[in-house]
T-cell receptor, first 116, second 114 residues
Framework: EAGVVQSPRYKIIEKKQPVAFWCNPI?????LYWYLQNLGQGPELLIR????????DSQLPKDRFSAERLKGVDSTLKIQPAELGDSAVYLC??????????????FGPGTRLTVL | AQTVTQSQPEMSVQEAETVTLSCTYD???????LFWYKQPPSRQMILVIR??????QNATENRFSVNFQKAAKSFSLKISDSQLGDAAMYFC???????????FGTGTRLTIIP
């Protein structure tokens, strides 16, 4: 079974440019998460989707960040415009559902963003 | 707010020996879950072990086991017979029952000495 797929693995851009990250969750997983991981830190949740609905986006900086999950499968996270402080690893995770027996989060390899 | 603290930024252990990674957390909840995730250089977070707070028995997965002390809010990970492939960042994480949000600690970098 394929795991969570993310692309690109690496992205280098200049500040003020837009950037987008793509995530394909494990087939059949209804819940999708985007995390931000700064260097030397643990991941922090940005947004969580249940199918197409963003059910927790309280940590998403909405002035420059946006996300979508059309059709409840793939998801895209966008930053526009990027700032130097956005340099980090962006992780995507998915879980089957919210019930305790099936809620283990499986992570993708992440996208390492460098803003120059 | 829940917080997770990992006080050991780095640890090292001889191959085949046993090492224990520490984690403490702060919560006012009685029902929650605790996790240890491994993050190798490939960056992909891999679930190592999971503990439900209502279970008194410590979770075990092959060479990995935890010491869960609910009253002390402590959740340490013991790795027995350490192998070179165990080298990675290890993150302790907390999740409140009924809430999908994972709160991670800052991680412990584990080095295995051949």
């Amino acid at each position: 079974e394929a795991g969570v797929v993310q692309s690109p693995r690496y992205k280098i851009i200049e500040k003020k440019q837009p950037v987008a990250f793509w995530c394909n969750p494990i087939s059949g997983h209804n819940t999708l998460y985007w995390y931000l991981q700064n260097l030397g830190q643990g991941p922090e949740l940005l947004i969580r989707y249940e199918n197409e609905e963003a059910v927790d986006d309280s940590q998403l900086p909405k002035d420059r960040f946006s996300a979508e999950r059309l059709k409840g499968v793939d998801s895209t996270l966008k930053i526009q415009p990027a700032e130097l402080g956005d340099s980090a690893v962006y992780l995507c995770a998915s879980s089957l559902s919210a019930t305790p027996s099936t809620d283990t989060q499986y992570f993708g390899p992440g996208t390492r963003l460098t803003v120059l | 707010a829940q917080t997770v603290t990992q006080s050991q930024p780095e640890m090292s252990v001889q191959e085949a020996e046993t090492v224990t990674l520490s984690c403490t957390y702060d919560t006012s909840e009685s029902d929650y879950y605790l996790f240890w995730y491994k993050q190798p250089p490939s960056r992909q977070m891999i679930l190592v072990i999971r503990q439900e707070a209502y279970k008194q028995q410590n979770a075990t997965e092959n060479r990995f086991s935890v010491n869960f002390q609910k009253a002390a809010k402590s959740f340490s990970l013991k790795i027995s017979d350490s192998q070179l492939g165990d080298a990675a960042m290890y993150f302790c994480a907390y999740r409140e029952f009924g809430n999908e949000k994972l709160t991670f600690g800052t991680g412990t970098r584990l080095t295995i000495i051949p």
